[in-house]
């Protein structure tokens, strides 16, 4: 500073000077901030004519700084439907201050340098100066505001669109009351909206579904868990009554706790499940009580069984055979494949299988059942197949009786029908005898020697002798037939009672010594009963004598063997025929050779029967000429 200038530094001038520096220093700050901002500022004068262009103004006009100042503004960016009421704005306020869109936003539009027209928003400041008025316009571009505006507000009307016409009842609940219901939702009630809104929803609801539908509410407001899914029933204004199932979520409406909820009419489907639960539970009803074992196979295992068949028929416990094969109540593995084999080919080609088996319980204990399939699709027998069972037990038992008392009735009359033609046939003999020698005693009397009357006697007497030995032989087979002959075993010697048999055979055929007796083992006391074992013997031992010529031995050896006696019979006769075998134990069979040896057929019935009775059997070994063995064995443990 000069000295001069320093004089001429009055207080007036400095204060001049700061002023000037501090206006400088707000204008500077005034024009980074007007160059910063994010608003376009754009000012004109009186006239319009742009004075002043920001940089945002020239980012959202398209226009530079310089190309802008000196401009009309209405020429540059002002739409022409809105130039006119631009100029009458403006030159209103110049003429009586009427604010107009002054000092307040206004919502309008603008043009950019490609002609491009978009939303603003505007708010325009008069700044009086000393020459008179400029005009600062803050322009915000808002086309991207107004273009979310219009898709909220287009996708609010989709939404809308949406609920409204919903086939599910859509309502929001709060305090107890609905604060939104749907057309549907107002159908399903039969209420209007204001009766609706009115209405604590609780009371819509059936008495029987109150408090659970409450308690879900409540726990939903507080935010704990519920089930998602639930039916409950609704009673409509006309009383009647709806299943609805709803499905709902905690929101927030107006700020606060409430619940949306989605109610979907069910009614129809609860009665069909209704429906459909009691005809299965009648069906399960009938399945269950009937005395017919019933069970579904499927993929060769037990799906299902009823009581009847699983417990009652099976001695199962309830479902303890479910998931297994059928062969658990077949007696044996051999008797399960049989079946497989019979009746896979059957369902397979006919689509059903029936026979009867023999099967057993769980305890083991046999029965007889009747069995019918029915594959639900032949070609297909892993789809399943459905059994029925039915206890024949009983009817077998009586079958069988029926055929065993059968077979014995069929027995007895073969006998008598043999027994009648054997008497017309062997008993004629010896009555003929009888009859001849009576004749002639009676013809001749005193005439006849003594010698000779002697000897008619004698055959009268041999001969009724063999009637009767024949009449006894056939009474001891009727009774053994008609299972009146007993097995009544008593502590005895065997030993003792062969030999004593073989002695009264040799004098009775009159062939004494020539029985050869031999032992082996300890026969001493054993359970014998001696009646039976004489048979045996007594009819063996004979035969054995009689087809033998009379010097030849006959040998009888008795074994014991543990619990057994085996008893052999050999001679050294005639033999049997091969062709006789088969037929030699049937009652008055007698093989081809015997010739005059004297006989009824009956010996060797009666040795079979009484060895099967005293729980043993006969054998025999034979070729014509050569003789024969007959061994027989016989139960009789050691007498205790
Ligand atoms: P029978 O009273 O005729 O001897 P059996 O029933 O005792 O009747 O025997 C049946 C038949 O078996 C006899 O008729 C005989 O043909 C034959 N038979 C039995 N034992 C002998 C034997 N030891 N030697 C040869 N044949 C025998």
Redesign the pocket.
């Given at each position: 500073m000069t000295r001069a200038d320093a004089e001429a530094a009055t207080p007036a001038t400095l204060a001049l000077d700061a002023a000037r520096r501090a206006l400088e220093d707000m204008s500077r700050r005034a024009r980074l901030m007007i160059d910063t901002a994010n608003d376009a500022v754009v000012t004109i004068d009186p006239a319009s004519i742009i004075i002043d262009w920001n940089r945002t103004a020239e980012r959202m006009f398209g226009w530079r700084r310089d190309e802008a100042v000196g401009q009309v503004l209405t020429d540059l960016i002002v739409p022409p439907q809105h130039r006119e009421s631009h100029h009458r704005g403006l030159k209103r306020y110049l003429s009586d201050r009427t604010p107009g869109i002054l000092n307040r936003r206004v919502e309008t539009t603008a043009l950019d340098r490609t002609g491009r027209e978009f939303d603003i928003e505007l708010s325009v400041w008069p700044v009086e100066t000393g020459s008179g008025f400029t005009f600062s316009a803050f322009i915000r571009d808002i086309s991207e505001r107004r273009r979310a505006e219009a898709a909220l507000r287009e996708s609010e009307e989709k939404y809308r669109l949406v609920v409204e016409n919903a086939y599910e009842g859509i309502v929001v609940s709060q305090d107890g009351m609905l604060k939104y219901a749907n057309p549907r939702a107002l159908t399903l009630t039969r209420r209007t909206l204001a009766q609706a809104m009115s209405t604590p929803f609780i009371e819509m609801v059936h008495p029987d579904d109150r408090a659970r539908v409450y308690g879900n509410y409540l726990r939903r407001l507080r935010g704990e868990a519920v089930e998602p899914f639930y039916k409950f029933r609704v009673v409509d204004t006309a009383g009647e009554t709806k299943w609805l199932q709803i499905s709902a979520v905690g929101i927030e409406w107006d700020g606060r706790p409430a619940t949306l909820n989605f109610l979907t009419d069910v009614t129809e489907q609860v009665a069909l499940e209704a429906n459909a639960a009691q005809t299965l539970a009648l069906r399960e009803a009938i399945l269950e009580t009937t005395a017919v074992g019933i069970m579904f196979i499927q993929a060769g295992r037990i799906k299902w069984i009823n009581d009847a068949l699983e417990r009652g028929m099976l001695g199962f416990d309830d479902g303890e055979i479910v998931g297994h094969t059928g062969e658990v109540a077949f007696l044996d593995h051999s008797d399960w494949s049989r079946f497989l084999h019979e009746c896979i080919p059957a369902l397979e080609r006919t689509g059903t299988y029936s026979s009867d088996w023999r099967v057993k319980r769980k305890d083991g204990s046999p029965w007889w059942c009747h069995m019918s399939a029915k594959a639900l699709k032949p070609s297909d027998l892993g789809a399943g197949t459905i059994w029925f069972f039915i206890d024949i037990s009983a009817r077998k038992r009586a079958e069988e009786e029926v055929h065993r008392a059968l077979g014995r009735e069929r027995e007895l009359s073969e006998l008598k029908t043999r027994f009648v033609s054997l008497t017309s046939h062997e008993f004629r003999t010896p009555l003929a005898t009888i009859l001849s020698s009576i004749e002639l005693i009676d013809d001749f009397g005193s005439k006849l020697p003594d010698a000779e009357r002697a000897e008619l006697i004698r055959i009268v007497k041999a001969a009724i002798k063999r009637m009767t030995a024949m009449i006894d032989q056939v009474m001891l087979i009727g009774r053994a037939e008609s299972d009146k002959l007993e097995f009544r075993p008593q502590p005895a010697d065997a030993c003792e009672i062969a030999q004593s048999v073989a002695r009264e055979t040799e004098q009775a055929l009159g062939r004494r010594g020539t029985v050869r007796f031999t032992s082996r083992g300890d026969c001493g006391r054993r359970l014998v009963d001696g009646k039976l074992l004489a048979h045996v013997l007594g009819?063996?031992l004979?035969?054995?004598i009689?087809?033998?010529p009379e010097d030849s031995p006959v040998d009888l050896d008795i074994e014991a063997r543990e619990a057994m006696l085996v008893m052999r019979?050999a001679?050294r006769?005639?033999?049997?025929p091969p062709e006789?075998h088969a037929r030699?134990?049937e009652?008055f069979?007698?093989?081809?050779?015997?010739g005059n040896?004297?006989?009824?057929?009956?010996?060797?019935?009666?040795?079979k029967q009484c060895a099967q009775l005293h729980g043993g059997r006969v054998e025999?070994e034979?070729a014509a000429g050569q003789?024969?063995t007959?061994t027989v064995h016989l139960l009789a443990p050691p007498a205790p």
């Open positions: 009819n063996l004979s035969n054995a009689k087809y033998s019979v001679d006769g005639i033999g049997i006789d030699l134990f009652s069979h007698r093989a081809r050779n015997v040896v004297e006989g009824t057929g009956l010996g060797l019935t009666i040795v025999f034979s003789g024969s007959f």
